[in-house]
């Protein structure tokens, strides 16, 4: 089958899924982490969206992968990364983490699966983790191994999620709270399950362990799925951007830190927490940033796909340029195109009258939205 251009090699691997998304009729990819990731499967942006509202979906997010950090000094090693205090997370617990560098860029922003008091996973968005965190555990001579384990995630996502999960392993799904994870068996293995996904509706992710079951996992799930309306799919835009989930190499890259991005409840900025990053991510609490990211809702029709920056400025299309739309799409809920931006200071309160300027050559009238849009 056709992957829109890609030039197959194995610098892009296939994930264990890969086959079988071919099979439902994938018609195009993306490269995360130098894996595949579906990103659409012949329906409408609109049309998946509306079907992840109200059904169910299966998605392949092997591109998610595990960096796994373990050993004695395993714990430390993942607090040296972040300056979200983990002292208090438990084992079964996923938590959000923004993973900054000397001068508070963001690294990454995974969520965390603490699997043990001395093993975790850092379930990574789409930059080199993994040799980050060898760099560290090295020059700072840390008792502990890091590696990338042969898992696999598997997202099941929509308001049928937990009917469908339940189906395949049982009642007990349905006790997992939110940004918490179980083990379950599949076919005499022990797998984790996490309330975790990248859409509003939410759902779970199988974190498989062992690629060679992919095919198995994914023919299970969807025979129980097909009662409830299951559909191949993928992470939707104008649902992500609803939900104020945020993409790693769009949103945000190292030149930006998480108090722009947002993630301020996320981070102990006063001192308390030794990590890398410490002295910049206080001094920039301290002085305050100076844009932040938010929403921009705006008309004009639906928006081309936004392949790169689009401006947006203040009073006018010949106002002062403010921010940059980094994701934007359509959205059926709100009829209206909906976007992220990093908006200057001044101009970020809600209801601020915006123009955005897409690469159609429309000049689109719009106003600043808070995270997540109402």
Not at 68 to 78: K, Q
Not at 210 to 239: E, F, Q, R, Y
Not at 254 to 270: Q, S
Not at 320 to 340: D, F, M, Y
């Amino acid at each position: 089958m056709s992957t829109s251009g890609l030039n197959m090699s194995r610098r892009i691997r296939r994930t264990p899924y890969t086959d079988r998304v071919e099979a439902h009729g994938v018609t195009g990819f993306s490269v995360v982490n130098h894996m595949l990731l579906p990103k659409a499967f012949g329906r409408s942006v609109a049309e998946d969206f509306i079907h992840l509202r109200e059904h169910v979906q299966v998605w392949d997010v092997s591109c998610q992968r595990q960096v796994e950090i373990a050993g004695p000094d395993a714990g430390h090693l993942v607090q040296w990364m972040t300056p979200r205090d983990i002292s208090r997370a438990v084992p079964g617990q996923c938590l959000y983490v923004p993973l900054i560098d000397e001068r508070a860029g963001m690294i990454n922003d995974p969520v965390l699966l603490k699997l043990a008091d001395d093993r975790y996973w850092l379930s990574i968005a789409d930059s080199d983790v993994l040799l980050w965190a060898k760099g560290l555990a090295i020059g700072r001579g840390l008792d502990v191994s890091v590696d990338e384990p042969d898992v696999s995630p598997l997202a099941v996502q929509g308001p049928k999620a937990e009917d469908l999960m339940a189906s395949v392993f049982g009642d007990a799904v349905r006790e997992i709270r939110h940004f918490r994870f179980g083990i379950f068996d599949f076919r005499g293995t022990r797998q984790v399950i996490a309330r975790t996904g990248y859409s509003r509706p939410g759902g779970f992710e199988v974190f498989l362990r062992d690629g060679s079951l992919g095919p198995a996992l994914w023919d299970t799930i969807w025979k129980a799925g097909m009662p409830l309306g299951i559909a191949p799919g993928c992470p939707n835009v104008p649902d992500r951007i609803e939900a104020g989930l945020l993409s790693y190499g769009n949103e945000m890259t190292r030149a930006n830190n998480p108090l722009e991005c947002g993630m301020g409840k996320f981070c102990r900025t006063d001192g308390q927490v030794e990590h890398v990053g410490r002295d910049a991510l206080a001094r920039i609490a301290r002085q305050g940033v100076e844009r932040q990211i938010r929403g921009i809702v705006f008309d004009g029709g639906p928006c081309p796909p936004c392949g790169k920056p689009w401006p947006v400025t203040a009073e006018g299309p010949d106002g002062p340029r403010i921010g940059q739309v980094t994701s934007a799409g359509w959205s059926p809920r709100l009829g209206r195109n909906v976007g992220l931006s990093m908006v200057e200071r001044g101009h970020w309160d809600p209801g601020q009258p915006v123009t955005v300027l897409s690469v159609d050559g429309a000049e689109r009238p719009g106003a600043v939205s808070g995270l997540p849009f109402a």
